[in-house]
């Protein structure tokens, strides 16, 4: 299998494939995540998500150079019965909307959506089941959070690759 390992490398560079943070924190695409600002979002799922995004984006201090609007969408919806008709399970949806702006200019770079779902178990403490719902919440922002900085972080290694024309 030693032997092998230097014609997989060979492979692996053959086939495309590069780091998306190259260079670092230096890196086009680390210094562009440190130039966005998350436009307020309303509410406690907007809280969370501002939160989670500003943790992922950590503004580096120096005036932003784009502005990433976003708009949520959560539901739960009931999915199980018990036999007295009362819901067993229930399902979190959390989707956004997101949009990338550039300041200078109001244009849109780039329009995307995101999402994810979690489980909950309803059960008979309703303390429990709120507590579940929130835990819900919480986990989706950062995996919601997760998918937009990829999707902006993507956006950013593709222009700075694309040739000036």
Known sequence: ??????LFALALAGCGLHPLYSGGSSG?????????EVAPIAGKTGWLMTNALNDRLAAGGAAPLYRLEVKLDDRII????????SVSRERRTLRARFQLIELAHGSVLLDATAGSDAGIDV???EYATIAAENTALERL???VADQIVSRVALYAQRTAAAPAN
Do not use: C, H, W
């Open 123 to 125: 059960v008979n403490s």
């Open 141 to 143: 922002s950062g995996i």
């Open 1 to 6: 299998m030693k032997r092998l390992a230097p």
């Open 78 to 85: 009931g999915l199980g019965a018990r036999r007295d008709d």
């Open 28 to 36: 086009v695409v680390a210094t562009t995540l440190t130039r966005i």
